[in-house]
């Protein structure tokens, strides 16, 4: 037990302290991988890593969730976006006596079709892009079943026109429940690998690598469940100031301009964290809310920032079904839904 519990402190400091001082945003490629895959998550702010109570969509970004309560689960989960984006996901898991959990899932984005033409701008064509993600989870509880561990591994196909790529990624996750199943830590370093063929031969692009830690509290006599997700602790800051950009006067209103992008503590705090919460109502029912500070600043019209950065959704159990749904709300002009249908297999024989 000294072990494990040893195991899992130096996880948590490895990646607390891994802390970079540079901005993130399109430094990496494969960033698909970033989008949630289940309505839950899309509706507690895009991540979710903190709670571990039978929920295989949460396994994709915690591979330590994997335990017996997810065995012989199926997800389905679809997404359509804006500007004919659509992607989706599907998982199913199955548990091992004295080996553990494992899964299997499958995570596809498909970027529409493309008109393609050349310099001059003649038409000359057409073209399509997508992204394919297969992954292979394991996890499992440790001795005192508080403590879990697991991890992912993912290969990656992406196909962009006549550019193509293939990469191998892993994710690494621990997780802890309090006795009485009130509080809950998780966190994982996620997609952590390098292409095995480039784009460009010669020319190897980073992974979107991402450390998080989430909190969880369930209110032992109250409905309601908090969460606070720390997210990019491998770099402290996310804005960025372009050094070309020297205008501080709106030529067309004569207003000074003004930016969501101050790099003062206060703001890169809070594009690290996200918070949420869950109304639960029983097993059968709950709703759920949450807010990414980081979304809203980055997408957030200044005129009208509208809900930019909120999310919400809800979950119904009917029969034996768990149909879950989650709006997104990325700008005042774009929002995404997310659609989710999880059921488990044993309960039909």
């Known amino acids: 037990m000294l072990f494990n519990r040893r195991l899992f402190i130096s996880f948590l400091i490895f990646f607390c302290v891994k802390s970079g001082f540079a901005q993130i945003g399109g430094s990496s490629t494969y960033n698909f991988l970033e989008l949630p895959v289940s309505a839950r998550s899309a509706a507690l702010g ?14 994709a970004t915690n591979p330590s969730f994997l335990d017996t309560s997810v065995n012989n689960h199926v997800i389905m989960s679809y997404t ?3 500007a004919g984006i659509n992607y989706g996901y599907v998982a199913y898991a199955h548990t091992f006596s004295n080996i553990g959990t494992f ?11 493309f008109t393609q033409a050349d310099d001059a701008g003649n038409i000359t064509g057409t073209f399509t892009a997508g992204e394919y993600m297969f992954n ?12 879990s561990a697991g991890a992912n591994l993912k290969m990656v196909y992406s196909s962009l026109d006549q550019y193509s790529s293939v990469g191998v990624l892993a994710d690494f996750g621990v997780s802890y429940v309090s006795p009485g199943k009130c509080f ?49 602790l491998q770099a402290w800051k996310l804005t960025y100031t372009d ?12 207003q000074p301009i003004t930016t969501n992008n101050s790099g003062s503590f206060l703001n890169n705090l809070g594009r690290h964290l996200i918070g949420s919460f869950e109304l639960l109502f029983g097993k059968n029912f709950a709703l759920r809310y949450g807010y990414n500070y980081e979304m809203r600043q980055e997408l957030a019209l200044t005129s009208a920032p509208g809900l930019a950065g909120m999310s919400g959704g809800f979950e119904m159990k009917i029969y034996k079904f768990h149909i879950s749904y989650a709006l997104t709300k990325y700008s005042i002009g774009a929002a995404a839904s997310t659609f989710s249908f999880v059921f488990d297999t044993s309960e039909f024989y």
């Open 103 to 113: 899964d299997i899932g499958i995570k596809d984005i498909d970027y529409g079709t």
């Open 46 to 59: 895009g991540t979710y890593v903190g709670v571990n109570d039978g929920d295989l969509g949460l396994a």
């Open 136 to 147: 292979l989870g394991y996890g499992r509880a440790l001795k005192d079943s508080l403590f």
């Open 80 to 82: 359509p976006m804006f």
């Open 184 to 232: 809950f830590l998780g966190a994982v370093i996620q997609n952590v690998g390098s292409e095995i063929k480039d784009y460009i031969p010669g020319n190897s692009e980073p992974m979107p690598w991402d450390a998080d830690l989430g909190v969880s509290y369930k209110f032992k006599h109250a409905p309601f469940r908090i969460n606070v997700v720390a997210t990019h």
């Open 243 to 254: 050094p070309t950009d020297t205008q501080t006067v709106n030529q067309l209103t004569g």
